[in-house]
């Protein structure tokens, strides 16, 4: 006897892949077609060489929130953006650094890191 598996695949919940990028510009104010409402809008992104993992690196367009820590030069996760087919920088994943932490980085006994 055969037994079906009636699981239902368009409800499961599909993973976001996440890519790493090396930023090669500051975050500035630009325009992103919408396409669910058709229009232009104005956005807060930033370029980014990203590295993917079967093709050569490209240099792509990245929305940001300003709350975000970007630096030119230094590694940012990113995931594709489904509603706006666009990457959108990684919300799941926040690295601490002297840019965004205040009072520096200590060990648990008191000792600067």
Do not use: W
Not at 40 to 60: F, G, M, T
Not at 67 to 96: A, E, F, K
């Amino acid at each position: 006897m055969l037994v079906m598996n009636t699981f239902n695949y368009k409800k499961m919940k599909q993973l976001q892949t996440e890519l790493e990028a090396v930023v090669t510009e500051v975050p500035s104010i630009q325009t992103v077609f919408n396409p669910a409402t058709l229009s232009e809008d104005e956005h807060l992104a930033y370029h980014a060489e990203i590295q993917y993992k079967r093709k050569p690196p490209q240099v792509r367009m990245i929305m940001c929130s300003r709350l975000d820590p970007v630096s030119v030069g230094q590694p940012v996760m990113i995931s594709y953006h489904c509603g706006m087919r666009c990457y959108q920088h990684s919300r799941s994943i926040s690295t601490s650094s002297e840019d965004n932490c205040i009072g520096g980085f200590y060990y648990t006994d008191g000792t600067s890191a």
